[in-house]
């Protein structure tokens, strides 16, 4: 075996490089019998990673990235009982053990042992426990019975990988943003942010039942995206005044349901950047007990914000207006077990088009810095790296 990845080398920059090949063991060295050894049949570029690339995190220079990750099983623990050589298999960006108090029920984003540092894991990303990304040929994953979701068909899933590929996070992200938003049938959805995961979020809307579904951004490329995958785009930088914008579609300047999909690096209509705006706008929209999601990142330590309190965290929130329209907000990482396989099944029988509705566009692993770019430069795409040549493009 013979890894490549993809690694932050600081300065707003990533580069290609040989990489250690992945062992049955965890960032301490302790052997880990119940991980096995993934063969990357694709890795996502996501704006999660962006955020460290910029340098808007306390990541180190030679984290190797990468969170989104679906691959074929080439070796395995003594351990692993359900997956065998060969399986086709899609990989939570959450590192969870299924065993301690919030893996058992449910809230596997937030797993109390695989981070010494703080709750929740994940694969190539800073705090998130020391696990080595997947933007690379071949990864480690532990915990491998209770992580990962096998295909069924392999030549299926291979046909499917595009939208498969989604799986890992964007996908149930959006969704997560949707369900914790209150999205059901005849809802009326504003979303901000037309990027991957907005989409992701308008696409979850939809297929839970939403009358209208409209989409945020300044962003006129990706407006005009959104539009030709069937939402109703908002083009923020036509006016500060978002009720208003919303009443020109709808009739009224209330929604139903809100989702954040912006996160800390919201900028305002003056085009400098405000980290709580998004948050006072769902705020400001959202009807009287109605509720909003945020699947949107927000970060403990922002060493590039504008402010000191926003390096550590604090936003200038109108959180009283929240409180008495009886708002209910739901934050944090997203528990993709809970959503994968359901997913899945939509994607399989084609009552979810994922990666037509956020432009996946595959591109090899040995050209991730220009992936890299191109994301940043807010192009409409969805870039899915091939580690080895094997994606249709």
């Known amino acids: 075996?013979?890894?490549?990845?993809?690694?932050?080398?600081?300065a707003g920059k990533v580069e290609v490089q040989k990489i250690d090949d992945p062992k049955l063991a965890a960032p301490n060295g302790r052997k880990l019998e119940h991980a096995v050894i993934l063969k990357v049949l694709s890795t996502n570029i996501c704006g999660s990673d962006q955020h460290m690339v910029r340098g808007r995190t306390t990541a180190q220079a030679g984290l190797v990235l990468g969170h989104e990750i679906t691959g074929e099983v080439i070796e395995k623990g003594s351990d692993v009982e359900m997956l065998e050589i060969g399986d086709v298999v899609s990989v939570p960006f959450n590192v969870a053990c299924g065993r301690c108090r919030c893996c058992r029920e449910g809230d596997t984003g937030v797993c109390l042992t695989v981070n010494p540092e703080r709750a929740g894991g994940a694969y190539g990303y800073v705090d998130m426990g020391g696990w080595i990304g997947g933007q690379a040929r071949y990864v480690t994953v532990p915990y491998a019975d209770f992580n990962?979701?096998?295909?069924?068909?392999?030549?299926?899933?291979m046909e499917k990988i595009r939208d498969l590929t989604m799986l890992s996070d964007i996908l149930p992200t959006g969704f997560h943003g949707a369900l914790q938003a209150g999205v059901g049938v005849g809802s009326i959805v504003y979303v901000a942010g037309a990027g991957p995961v907005g989409l992701a979020a308008a696409a979850s809307a939809r297929i839970l039942g939403a009358a209208v579904v409209m989409i945020g951004d300044f962003n006129k490329e990706r407006l005009e995206h959104a539009a030709r995958v069937g939402f109703t785009p908002v083009d923020l930088s036509l006016g500060d005044n978002l009720p208003e914008m919303i009443a020109d579609i709808i009739g009224t300047p209330e929604v139903d349901a809100a989702i954040d999909a912006v996160g800390f690096e919201a900028r305002g209509h003056s085009g400098g950047e405000q980290p709580a705006i998004v948050l006072n706008q769902m705020m400001e929209i959202t009807r009287v007990a109605g509720r909003i999601g945020i699947p949107g990142l927000y970060v403990t330590e922002d060493p590039g914000a504008v402010d000191a309190a926003a390096k550590t965290g604090n936003l200038s929130m109108r959180f009283g207006l929240g409180w008495a329209k009886a708002h209910s907000f739901h934050t944090g990482q997203t528990p993709v077990l809970k959503y994968n396989r359901q997913l899945m099944q939509a994607i399989l029988h084609d009552r979810l088009p994922i990666a037509d509705i956020v432009n996946a566009t595959v591109m090899p692993l040995e050209r991730a810095a220009e992936g890299y770019a191109s994301f940043d430069s807010g192009v409409a795409k969805k870039f899915v790296l091939d580690p080895h040549g094997l994606l249709a493009s």
Not at 1 to 10: A, K, L, P, R
Not at 148 to 157: G, H, I, S
């Open 148 to 157: 990962l979701l096998k295909f069924p068909d392999r030549d299926r899933a």
């Open 1 to 10: 075996m013979s890894n490549i990845g993809v690694v932050y080398t600081g």
